[in-house]
């Protein structure tokens, strides 16, 4: 068994939801916030057996868009006082997948 953590854009994260659970996969949606945006992201735990994994990618891959947003650049580690933060272009998603390993699973 896997572990898929999926972490996608808010705007995507319900169709993404309503297409997994169509298709019969358990989805846990959790509220969370992207590091370096600082903005609302949704990362999904979909539990699934080894065979069903790219199923379960394919579908994320094809509800999920990559997007441009500009950001204000982030301050250097090095940088004075005087550092007057510049517009950047960041690339976001689709989406950022991680598959684990599962040891053991049982409900009870
Ligand atoms: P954020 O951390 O808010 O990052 C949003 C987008 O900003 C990223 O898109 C990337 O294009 C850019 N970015 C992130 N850190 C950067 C940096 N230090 N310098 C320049 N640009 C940077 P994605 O890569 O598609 O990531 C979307 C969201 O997925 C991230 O939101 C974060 O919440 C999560 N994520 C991505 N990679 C991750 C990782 N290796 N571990 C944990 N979470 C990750």
Redesign the pocket.
Known sequence: MKLILA?V?DEDGNKVINELSKNGFSVTKLA????????G?ITMIIGTDDDKVQDVIEIIRSKSHRRT?I?AS?MPMSASASFTPYP?E???????I?VLDVDHFEKV
């Open positions: 972490i854009n969370t916030t992207g590091g370096f945006l600082k903005a992201n947003q950001t982030p950047i960041v690339q976001i998603g689709g989406a950022t991680f």
